[in-house]
């Protein structure tokens, strides 16, 4: 989800090979310009002049406190392929920042529950409670809190997920569900499974048995437990496969 913090970059293969280096003067000056437009009643954002080690970039968010040399930063927009230009370094600070960690009260406040990978491998999938940010979906790992706390946000995020709407398409004897902006979303609807069956039947495909083939990130494709194997097995992508009753077992991550 947040795999390209610093948003998506337009550079040619061989600007890539060898990207022109973002300047920390420049990007101290694009702090300057995007703070006043970022900063809100919780988000507190603020450079420290260190005479030794240079300024650093503060991030403060409820309990959340993250901290960053400006060098640093700089050189990891310079190795993601950012352009050195006040848009492109203004652009890169702002999606930087938009994937800071989820404090516990924004995730109580706007997560939503989603299916994705719990392993590197991409092998197992589990619910986890993600905060929109513009274009981004920023996981949020809950802090060393009160296990009521941990219920109650993920509770709510499940209500949420139920809400999310997505669109529907049927080709054959498969559903094919998908968000049209944030493609994780996609797998929000699987909180609730016998709406899905409801609405696929309601849509002329009755899937009372119905098998669903989840990869995170892409469209959730919906079946008989038959099609469903097929369809796994044509795929050259990672997927798991679960009949509707098991997904409420879900672990979460």
């Not at 959340?64 to 060098?71: E, F, I």
């Not at 993601?80 to 920042?97: C, D, K, N, Q, Y």
């Not at 809190?145 to 109650?152: G, K």
């Not at 709510?156 to 999310?164: W, Y």
Request: charged share 25%; glycine share 6%; aromatic share 4%.
């Amino acid at each position: 989800m947040t795999d390209a913090p610093f948003g998506r970059s337009s550079l040619g293969l061989l600007q890539r090979l060898r990207p022109e280096p973002v300047a920390v003067d420049d990007l101290r000056d694009a702090v300057d310009a995007v703070l006043p437009e970022l900063v809100t009643a919780d988000l507190r954002i603020s450079v420290v002049d260190r005479a030794v080690d240079g300024p650093v970039v503060v991030l403060e968010e409820d309990e959340r406190y993250l901290r960053v040399h400006l060098a640093d930063l700089a050189a990891d927009m310079t190795d993601a392929g950012v352009r050195p230009t006040s848009e492109g370094i203004e652009a890169a600070l702002v999606a930087w920042i938009d994937g800071r960690p989820v404090s516990d009260d924004a995730a109580a406040a706007a997560g939503v529950a989603v299916l994705d990978w719990t392993d590197a491998t991409e092998t197992a999938i589990g619910w986890r409670v993600v905060v929109r940010r513009r274009d981004v979906l920023v996981p949020w790992i809950p802090s060393p809190a009160d296990l009521r706390v941990v219920h109650r946000v993920r509770a709510a995020a499940f209500g949420r997920a139920d809400r999310v709407e997505l669109d529907l398409r049927i080709e054959g004897p498969v559903g094919l569900w998908s968000h049209p902006t944030a493609p994780l979303l996609a797998t929000a609807g699987l909180v609730a499974p016998e709406r899905m069956i409801a609405r696929t039947a309601a849509a002329g495909l009755d899937l009372a048995d119905m098998s669903v083939i989840v990869t995170p990130r892409r469209p959730v494709a919906c079946a008989g437990p038959a099609v469903a194997a097929r369809l796994a097995g044509e795929t050259g992508e990672a997927c798991v496969i679960l009949p509707w009753r098991a997904l409420p077992d879900l672990p979460w991550t």
